[in-house]
C-alpha cells in the first residue's frame, strides 16, 4: 500500500515557476503509474500529466505542455512535476496518484484509474 505526500505548492506570480514533490512510502514504487491532477474550487479534478514505471512515457494535458515536466526517481520514491510560466488559471489544488501495474509501458488518465492519493498541495498563481 502507498501512502504520498506532496510538498513544493505555494503563492508565485504569472511566469514564475514551482516544483512539486510526491514522495511515496510503500516498498514497490517503482510498480506503480503515477500521475498528477489538479482541482480548482467548483472543477472537477482533472489528469495534469502521467508517467509510466521507468519514466520512460509521459502524457500531459494540452494546456501545460511544454511548460510542465513529470519524471521520477524511483530510488527516491518520488514523483516530481516542474511548473514554469506559470499562469492564474494553473492555480488549483495539486495532487499526485499511484495505481500498481505490471505493464511497464503503461499510463493512465482519469480519476478512477488511480487507487492512491496524496493530500494535495495548493498552488496559487497571481497575475
Known amino acids: 500500500q502507498e501512502h504520498m505526500v506532496e510538498s513544493g505548492g505555494g503563492l508565485v506570480q504569472a511566469g514564475e515557476s514551482l516544483r512539486l514533490s510526491c514522495v511515496a512510502s510503500?516498498?514497490?514504487?517503482?510498480?506503480?503509474?503515477m500521475g498528477w491532477f489538479r482541482q480548482a474550487p467548483g472543477k472537477e479534478r482533472d489528469i495534469v500529466a502521467a508517467i509510466n514505471w521507468s519514466g520512460t512515457r509521459t502524457y500531459y494535458t494540452e494546456s501545460v505542455k511544454g511548460r510542465f515536466t513529470i519524471s521520477r526517481d524511483n530510488a527516491k520514491k518520488t514523483v516530481y512535476l516542474q511548473m514554469n510560466s506559470l499562469k492564474p488559471e494553473d492555480t488549483a489544488v495539486y495532487y499526485c496518484a499511484a495505481v500498481f501495474t505490471r505493464f511497464s509501458g503503461i499510463m493512465y488518465y482519469t480519476v478512477n484509474d488511480y487507487t492512491y492519493w496524496g493530500q494535495g498541495t495548493q498552488v496559487t498563481v497571481s497575475s
Open positions: 510503500g516498498r514497490t514504487f517503482s510498480n506503480y503509474a
